[in-house]
């Protein structure tokens, strides 16, 4: 069925325009005014439209953990926030070679809402196999420095390796960046110690095991030339450590997430569970958020991505603090804490658009079919009212997980309509349509189409 958007106010990474939207195919055909056009109509007086959101970074333990999450729900839940495409990988199963992928892939044919990519794992004793695991198509490979959710680390030695090799295929790397040394340290310590209070989690995982690996990983890939990721930073000295490589020629980008914007370091003493996260929560004044925000605004902060890892209520009170999974729910919340942003004024919403949007879609080789509202793209369209406010509430939650670490805060700004290649997947924050529309979305090692 072809579509027509009509007046909506269109925005780009490098400005806004009346313009209507006509689909056809799944395709956005034309931008402007078609008098003759046929197609079913949505007004959009008001609104914004937007590229669909590019979630780089989620975790929808499909396989692996599906009482945490699964892909029909999680995907779900991402429409329901404005998002159209997202990369996703799971540390519980995860993708370690090529057959581990297409295994993947046949596994999800019918378990996403909305189209996806998929990240494959660095493990250490497969390095000399990581070239051939590119070329089946993943849309990044994520390394771990730091032994974590039971990744084995891939330490300086074996990480330089992979740099070289990965420079050498063009591959991409997304890498979390806490070190191995000083987190396994501050863990024995506060365990002999006796310690089993909330405050462990900021003390094991400190701005300085991340300071360390980030530094070291944006060297790494300024001394190969290899194109790198900083997954999810957490602080402005980080930030800056990495752009001083990059400022050098390190093909470095540096992507944050919305709990590193909005969530202090404190709430961790009286939450516990529900604020572990790794690296955790940094804000401990509001001149932090402030220096996020202007790096964020500035574009060292490339790239904003969810890290959505959730669990629900009873797995994160099923043990002691050390026991428990880390992680965040988010897929639902980040668009509109964004937009909540851009009226507080902190950032412009061309530049979410392209934090959110665009940028991804580049960076990982989806672009212009994904990221973009030009024509010949995918009709990935994102309706958003500016004006729309609401308190984020646990009993709206779309996630397995069930709650949100920002139930309570009053947002204004927030996705109504969500498009996939023209099909309508979300409105009003209730997700529509079956699972099963979203595609698989080779990453750009993949010879394939
Ligand atoms: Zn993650």
Redesign the pocket.
């Known amino acids: 069925m072809d579509l027509t958007i009509r007046g909506a106010t269109v925005v780009t990474p490098t400005g806004r325009f009346a313009a209507d939207i006509h689909v056809h195919g799944g395709k956005i055909v034309a931008l402007g005014t078609l008098d003759a056009f046929p197609a079913q109509v949505v007004d959009a007086g008001g609104l914004f439209a937007i590229p669909g959101v590019v979630d780089s970074?989620v975790?929808f333990m499909d396989p692996g953990e599906p009482e945490r999450e699964d892909f029909i729900t999680g995907s779900a839940a991402a429409a329901a926030g404005g998002t159209t495409t997202v990369i996703e990988h799971t540390h519980g199963a995860p993708v370690v070679d090529v057959e581990g992928l297409r295994r993947k892939v046949a596994h999800l044919s019918r378990r996403s809402l909305i189209d996806f990519g998929l990240a494959a794992h660095v493990w250490p004793d497969r390095l000399a196999r990581i070239s051939e695991l590119w070329e089946a198509g993943p849309a990044y490979l994520k390394v771990f420095t730091c032994e974590t959710h039971g990744v084995p680390a891939v330490l300086a030695g074996d990480l330089l390796q992979c740099f070289r090799a990965a420079a050498r295929f063009h591959g991409l790397l997304l890498i979390?960046c806490e070190d191995d040394a000083m987190t396994r340290e501050r863990e024995r310590a506060l365990r002999e110690a006796g310690r089993a209070d909330y405050g462990i989690v900021p003390e094991w995982r400190s701005r300085e095991a991340e300071e360390i690996a980030a530094a070291e990983t944006a060297l790494l890939a300024r001394l190969t030339g290899a194109r790198v990721v900083i997954?999810?930073t957490s602080h402005p000295e980080a930030v800056e450590l990495v752009h001083r490589e990059h400022a050098r020629g390190a093909r470095v980008w540096v992507e944050s997430c919305p709990q590193y914007f909005f969530l202090k370091e404190a709430e961790v003493l009286r939450h516990g569970p529900f604020r572990k996260f790794t690296p955790p929560a940094r804000l401990r004044d509001g001149e932090d958020a402030a220096r996020m925000w202007r790096l964020l605004a500035e574009g060292w902060i490339t790239h904003i991505s969810t890290?959505h890892?959730p669990s629900t209520r009873a797995q994160k009170q099923g043990g002691d603090i050390w026991q428990v999974p880390f992680g965040l729910p988010g897929v639902e919340t980040t668009l509109t804490l964004m937009l909540h942003a851009v009226r507080a004024g902190s950032v412009t919403l061309e530049r979410v658009v392209d934090a959110l949007c665009e940028r991804p879609a580049r960076l990982y080789g989806f672009y212009p079919r994904k990221g973009s509202l030009l024509p010949g793209a995918d009709a990935d369209i994102t309706l958003v009212d500016p004006a729309r406010s609401r308190v984020i509430q646990d009993d709206q939650v779309i996630s397995k997980a069930g709650w949100s670490p920002y139930a309570g805060m009053a947002v204004v700004g927030g996705p109504v309509m969500t498009f996939s290649r023209g099909r309508l997947v979300a409105k009003d924050g209730r997700p529509q349509g079956e699972p099963g529309w979203g595609r698989w979305l080779p990453g750009a090692g993949s010879p394939a189409p």
Request: proline fraction near 0%; charged fraction near 15%; hydrophobic fraction near 30%.
């Open positions: 970074h975790h979390h997954a999810h890290d890892a």
